[in-house]
């Protein structure tokens, strides 16, 4: 993990994996011991569509797989 230079932020790497049972998408960073979180699209909506896009744009998950939530742009 890193240092922003003014001491605000932090760097690290994040890994995340959709979860096929639950439909929930799971997140970690290797370089903090013990960090694992779990988002549900019920429980953060904005985040988990933000996580889903991010494994759909890699290619980690085909498209229309993943329980994305509607965007508010599109509640509209």
Known sequence: MAISKLGKSA??????????KDGSIHVSMPDVKGFHTTVASW???????????CLQKV???????LNVVESRSQQA
């Open 11 to 20: 760097y690290s790497h994040v890994a995340m994996w959709y979860d096929e």
């Open 43 to 53: 429980q953060h909506p904005d985040l988990y569509e933000k996580l889903s896009d």
């Open 59 to 65: 290619g980690e998950h085909p498209a229309g797989k």
